[in-house]
């Protein structure tokens, strides 16, 4: 065995198990969460129309209602600021209570937070977007949490030949849950189009909204409680991962015990070698001391800065997909369409997106990362999203032309499989294999949130970046931007200087956690020197 050979057992037995039941009980369990994560983020930006036209359409206007462009950067960002803020906190009480019991409170914040988010109340439409807006925080709060935690839970439970791919499966729950949220509003926007008709707007102004389109975008924000509900009760029945509780609980018997019962074979508890392991120096810095800096310090920078990159432009295109088909004409004009129809055709266009560009990218990762390793996969995601961008920018005239539509939703749909094919998910799993188990959770903690400061500046940033160049054609209530073109170089340009931040982070592949991190090291060197006394030390054990 590499490096570590000469570890705890229960950590060498964790590296060389054979896949099993338990790896897919860990995926599911930390899937789910992630799962729920992103059906709640991006479900938002599907009702996002509706929420415009139920509570500010003036009948008056030739035009139905939309969000003003403050209450619109509140409803599609306050739950960013929650995510940031939960990576965080979550990530470092991950690392201070234990993944499982912070997994678990994360969960249930999400529950209650879907559930009163969709109750959201009100005399007024400010009051309604204001208690929304508060709810979708505390909803971020949790969902913030999952980030570290399903990571570091996934990444402690793995083997280290095929952890990429567990943790990359992991993750690939996300594309599940965006995927899921298209097709439950498609559902119940299609029910209550049926239930209720209602003509296009332009045929009648007042009735084009019906007063039962304001169950739809409730209905829709509350099913995100059911996924995190059924995942708490399963999460609450598997152990605290080992690497916890050996390497930052110090209690090799508890270890031993939880991983002979999960693994199906005897372990020994070594108290006494563990004891020399997490006294070594390796595994004493703090994370602001100079040894961290020396020894994670760039590895950090790397994944922070990484992560901050993709996510401008992966959210700037994820959260405005909708105004970039409206852009081409693949959904018609708001006034020739009644309220739930635009619903339907806005879901519609997701969901496709969703199977053709997102959800393929994420398994060709679960598929090739323990085969090409994170570092090749991350840079060839990040070169092919700079090209198809350039690609969509330079002609994009062209592609606005009549006839050329289905071009650019192909290329649109090319740059997100390379985004998930890509950094998308490396950046999500690096972070939990490259740092030491006692701040495992927080660095990853402090990548993601690093990630989400970029998916607030993508998201509010192209809301106003993206207006057309003439204040005239610009949405009700917008300053001229530099219009969608422009805003496709500046994204093409942060995805290249992704590419080259990318040198600064570690390959992980075939390697077990405590080599990559060091935390095998001084323990090695000492063990080499107690070989000699090996037989005493049986004796005693």
Known sequence: MARGGDGLQVLSALDAAKTQWYHFTAIIVAGMGFFTDAYDLFCISLVTKLLGRIYYTDTSKDNPGS???????????????????????????????????VYGMTLMLMVICSIASGL?????????????????????????????????????YANKKTRGAFIAAVFAMQGFGILA???????????????????????DHFNSTVPQSDFVWRIILMLGALPALLTYYWRMKMPETARYTALVAKNAKQAAADMSKVLHTEIVDEQEKLDQMVTAESNTFGLFSSEF????????????????????????????????????????????MSA?????????????????????????TVALIDVVGRFAIQLLGFFMMTVFMLGLAIPYHHWTTAGNHIGFVVMYGFTFFFANFGPNSTTFIVPAEIFPARLRSTCHGISAASGKAGAIIGAFGFLYAAQNQDKSKADAGYPAGIGVRNSLFVLAGCNMLGFVLTFLVPESKGKS?????????????????????????TQMV
Not at 125 to 154: E, K
Not at 190 to 196: E, K, L, Q, S
Not at 316 to 334: E, G, R, V
Request: with cysteine; charged share 15%; net charge negative.
């Open 120 to 156: 959201s109340f009100g005399h007024t439409p400010t009051g309604v977007m204001a208690t929304l807006c508060f709810f979708r925080f505390w909803l971020g709060f949790g969902i913030g949490g999952g980030y570290p935690l399903s990571a570091t839970i996934m990444s402690e």
């Open 67 to 101: 969000l003003p462009p403050n209450v619109a950067a509140a409803v599609n960002g306050v739950a960013f600021c929650g995510t940031l803020a939960g990576q965080l906190f979550f990530g470092w009480l991950g690392d201070k209570l234990g993944r499982k019991s």
């Open 181 to 203: 949220g298209g097709i439950v509003t498609l559902i119940i926007s299609a029910a209550f189009r049926a239930g209720y008709p209602a003509p296009a707007y332009k045929d």
């Open 340 to 364: 739930l129809e635009e619903v339907f055709r806005i879901s519609r266009a997701q969901t496709l997106i969703a199977l053709c560009g997102t959800v393929p990218g994420y398994w060709f």
């Open 513 to 537: 956690l405590e080599e990559m991190s060091g935390e095998a090291d001084d323990a090695e060197e000492e063990a080499v020197g107690a070989r000699a006394v090996r037989p005493s030390e």
């Open 293 to 336: 800096a020396r020894r994670h310090g760039l590895h950090l920078v790397g994944t922070a800065t990484t992560w901050f990159l993709l996510d401008i432009a992966f959210y700037s295109q994820n959260l405005f997909q909708k105004d970039i088909f409206t852009a081409i004409n693949w959904i018609p004009k708001a006034n020739t």
